[in-house]
């Protein structure tokens, strides 16, 4: 890994064009990391250090002490006073620019200090309840499933429907073939804000809104699928096809035996697209589901965003939980992006 990383362009020779490369790619994965980095520890603070200004990077929390004659524990605070070293002492009460104190060595003894003086102490501390609680206080294990539904059957779909329209726009001859092709090329360049009601009368005419398969069904055909998986089958040579054809294999075992097969690396590419699609869609969901039984996670984590507050340490620590599955399939199918990618535009 270490001789990957640290290969030259000249073995045993390092010029300016090492340098350049090595320092844009660290640029380049520290800008990527950093976002991501932030989120995962953000997840483990509490709500207060969240929304606190200035942000911190680690998690931290108010540190307290329980003293004899307090009835709840206190947070701990370090008094700078002018000429003395810092001494910490507990907040009993603050009011306007005024706070009252008490001497952790000298519970008896208590201050009026100005807040200018005093600062509080933090620690390092993790909030695993961010995971816990919204498991116990929301149905977010349905959730999960639902979009894991959701997730693996609309991708199998898609593969199976794309990969058919894609063999057959790309080894049957027949009038109209580039005109369809043209066609479903148009497609990409309408958002779903235009095909959006279409879609939901559709949806509804077939009994489906409120019901997972209106969000699977509707989302099957993708155009992005079709071209690419078009463009890597014709690659193929035909003369594969020809002598299965020869071999009485039939059509729809030329598809599945010989030319999936060969598409291996494109149909990895389409699968991974097509599980990022739909693990991370919310506006489909939102407007074909109403009943939070239904709810994905991406609708999910909507509830937590309510009228006058938003919930961000549970927000964080749900988004990190949603992004694991996602990021394990992008770990297993990330060899085949680059072949599948640069070979399905070759012809």
């Not at 979009?147 to 726009?169: D, G, P």
């Not at 993708?222 to 020869?246: C, H, K, N, S, W």
Request: hydrophobic letters at 50%; proline letters at 5%.
């Amino acid at each position: 890994m270490f001789k990957f990383l640290f290969r030259t362009k000249h073995p045993g020779k390092i010029d300016i064009a090492d340098i350049l490369s090595w320092a844009w790619l660290f640029f380049g994965t520290t800008m990527v990391a950093i976002p991501i980095a932030w989120a995962i520890l953000s997840s483990f603070k509490t709500e207060a250090e969240v929304n606190s200004f200035p942000p911190s990077l680690v998690p931290k929390a108010a540190e307290t002490i329980e003293l004899d004659g307090q009835s709840k524990p206190l947070s701990v605070w370090e008094w700078h006073k002018e000429g003395e070293s810092a001494k910490r002492v507990a907040l009993i009460r603050r009011i306007g620019i005024k706070a009252t104190v008490v001497d952790i060595q000298n519970p008896e003894q208590t201050y009026q200090v100005p807040i200018s003086e005093i600062t509080q102490v933090k620690g390092v501390h993790f909030e695993w309840n961010n995971y816990t609680d919204p498991l116990k206080q929301f149905d977010f294990v349905t959730y999960i499933k639902n979009t894991v539904f959701v997730t693996f059957v609309a991708t199998i779909l898609t593969l199976v429907l794309n990969s058919m329209a894609a063999f057959a726009l790309s080894k049957y001859r027949f009038r109209g073939k580039n005109a369809i092709f043209m066609l479903i090329l148009s497609t990409l360049m309408l958002p779903l804000s235009v095909i959006m009601v279409p879609a939901f009368i559709v949806v509804v005419g077939l009994n489906l809104a409120d019901n997972l398969w209106g969000v699977i069904f509707a989302t099957v055909a993708t155009p992005t699928g079709v071209f690419m998986l078009r463009q890597y089958m014709l690659t193929i040579p035909d003369d594969l096809i020809e002598a299965a054809r020869v071999d009485a294999a039939s059509e729809f075992r030329i598809y599945w035996r010989v030319v999936l097969p060969l598409c291996a690396p494109a149909i990895a590419v389409l699968a991974i697209f097509s599980v990022i699609w739909r693990w991370n869609d919310f506006l489909w969901p939102l407007i074909v589901l109403s009943s939070p039984e239904n709810y994905t996670l991406q609708i999910g984590l909507n509830t937590f965003q309510g009228q006058f507050s938003v919930q961000w340490h549970y927000i964080l620590a749900m988004t990190v939980i949603a992004l694991l599955p996602v990021t394990v399939v992008f770990l297993l199918l990330q060899k085949y992006i680059t072949q599948g990618v640069a070979s399905s535009g070759v012809k």
